[in-house]
């Protein structure tokens, strides 16, 4: 300390010391410690004092305290910010006291700097909630939040989530959703029949997107009957990523969506479950108008490997969409079936991005092999591979 000491006397002239404070350095040997803090007409050594009072950790903070009030924007931004970095209860304090600044700007930093300051700023990121006339800095408060919740924190927040503006609203949800407790997902479970689509949206997309825990299935479940698409879109995503039994009704319900894409993710979230009850309904899927829906239901029933789907799925070697074909194609070979093999060497190298793109992954997946998109080369491994294939399909077919 008496180095860091003698480098700021150095730096900063005896006679332009702006304030000092003593403090308690708890060392093999304790003693006092002077701290410079700002000097005169030098924003460039006030700002090369800060960054020295950062380092020395709680005991730079007093001297930090002085500089957020600093006349030098710079000098206060850095000031602000170290404090947030240093953390801890005296630097939540500090920060707490610029949150009546009639700068809007000082008020926005040391919001986010109370993010960076740990649990501490929990209290004081609420009371923005509560009292910051800018929307935007209530946004960073929930912003921020994220970063110091701890179970329990659930009511503090839904006790000021209906006077929040929406974007704040999104940023609270997350905050729930960090929470992670039983009573986070009883406020979700709330919020996700919200009357703003928005939020229900936000918070069935927050779950699927960040968290696989089985106390989101009633909300996945719920909103799969939701008016808006795009909430009972996210919900099958939802579904999807979990991949538990017990969604499997309202999954297959979700087959029949009127919106196709929700179809599509439903008969692929059937082909996870693997529960071969799906296998008729998947099977009528096969007929659907929208080409993603009946490759999808193609895929489902190969990933069930129930082999009573192969007479079924080889007219669709003929479907109309290349998508479609490629994927049945698939399909049967993991049912066994390697009559498709041909028909995606032939797709390989299309003229059609997604079409090529496809039976190479299929290629790839199912040979352990990669020659991207040359068609001469995959029918080369075809050649040496197709009878030890079928013989080994053969093998392991259930006997009659």
Known sequence: MKKAFLFLSLLLPPTIIFCSRSVSLQSQNAQDVEYAVIAENDPAARLAAVAVLKEQGEIGIPGLTAAAHDPDDGVRKAAIRSLGEVGGQEAADALAELLDDPDRTVRMRAIIALGLAGRPGFPYLLKVLDTEPFPRGRMFAASALNRVVQPGDAPAIMERFDRQDVTTQMHLVTALV???DD??????????????????FYVVNTLADTHQDERALPIFINSLEDEAVEVRMWAIFGLERLNHPASFPAVLAALGDQDPYVRKEAAYTLGLLKNPEAIPFLIESLKDPITVVRGDAATALGMIGDSSATSTLRPLLNDSSPVVQIKTAEALARLGDYSGIDLVIELVDSPVRIHSYEAARVLRELSGEDFGYNKASWRTWWICNRDVLADGARQSAPAE
Do not use: K
Request: glycine fraction near 10%.
């Open 178 to 180: 960090h929470i992670g």
């Open 183 to 200: 009573g986070a997902y009883q406020a979700l479970e709330v919020l996700a029949e919200h009357p703003n689509r928005l939020i229900r």
